[in-house]
């Protein structure tokens, strides 16, 4: 499932054949143990998707990237049942002295070949990875909360009847001071609300995410 080291350094949690540990640690526990090497962030690289069916708090005193493994194209994250997905704060409500990017592999591209970020006239210039699923999907009932710090960006979901760039929210959603950048979808650029889904967004930035509404 996740992974990191070489040297980015600990995380961990495999298996399902890549290995590793007799190790049962939940993902919060693994990432919360990283510490970074210097000023290079550590990647932990998810090759499935996790599913959080009970509380759990990402809080990192370093910085450090989430992303795909190569080949998966799914979402990172499915926050379901009552669970809560805290991301940024800790149990105690201690906002976290680190970053956490989650980064869906989308890079963006002007025709010419420099960097750029989706626009209207754009947005089919994506020379990263095309994923199938937002990078976090909230389920009914569910909830996610996001923090100062934390940035989800470059996803880019193409795939018939899938929604919201970076977010598929169908349950409750909290945004303080987060930034969701830099993603797209057909429904939801940055965070696709289902009917019936709710949510709290306070000092948060979303800028240069395209088709972002209400389903």
Partial sequence: YYATSQDGTTGFFLDANLTQPSDTRVMSDAINSIVSVGSVKATVYVGATYVVNATEYLSVEDNITIMRL??????LFNVTGSAELVIGKNSAGTLMSGT??????????????????PNASNYSKNAGLVAEKSLIVVYEGAKLSLY????IQNNEVYKEGERGGAIDCQGSLIVEGASIQRNLACHGGAIAFVVN???TINGASVPDSIKTQLI
Avoid at 70 to 75: E, I, L, P, V
Avoid at 148 to 151: A, L, Q
Wanted: charged fraction near 10%; aromatic fraction near 6%; avoid cysteine.
């Fill in 197 to 199: 889904a709710t949510a």
């Fill in 70 to 75: 190569s080949g998966f194209k799914g979402a």
């Fill in 148 to 151: 100062k710090n934390v940035t």
């Fill in 100 to 117: 956490i990017t989650i980064d869906g592999g989308a890079i963006w591209q002007t025709s010419g070949g420099s960097s750029t970020t």
